[in-house]
């Protein structure tokens, strides 16, 4: 399974993955399995930790290469995939990073109920 990672289930796997469902744990857990995280993850992370509502993890880049983490960069096409999704959810974050799940083909692995409702590849986080 390939999957990408929204920022409040990359911020569970990486500092308390027992809040993590069971299935989304074993996922990302899995060594099988490859587990992206997009650039709009640390996009939010950086911009809400300045906004003070949020402990943004000093070492971000070591703790994704720690887990073995791969990297998602916002491609054109990515953005471009956003018109596909219906108006459901209005964080330009998880937009974003559902457009790249659904664009590449990834299972999108969230605990948000609102991207829930869309259509397509998913994993529940909580």
């Not at 073995?68 to 219906?86: D, G, S």
Request: proline content about 7%; overall charge negative; charged content about 20%.
């Amino acid at each position: 399974m390939i999957l990408s990672l929204d920022t409040h289930v990359l911020l569970c796997a990486l500092s308390a993955p027992e809040q993590l469902s069971k299935p989304a744990r074993d996922a990302i857990e899995d060594p099988a399995n490859i587990v992206f995280v997009s650039a709009a993850v640390a996009w939010e992370i950086e911009i809400k930790a300045a906004l003070g509502k949020l402990r943004a993890p000093s070492d971000l880049v070591n703790q994704l290469a720690a887990a073995n983490f791969q990297e998602l960069p916002i491609t054109v096409e990515h953005t471009l995939a956003l018109k596909q999704l219906p108006n459901l959810h209005r964080d330009p974050f998880d937009r974003i990073m559902l457009a790249q799940a659904k664009a590449a083909g990834l299972t999108f692995v969230t605990a948000d109920p609102e991207v829930l409702q869309y259509p397509g590849s998913f994993l529940r986080g909580r």
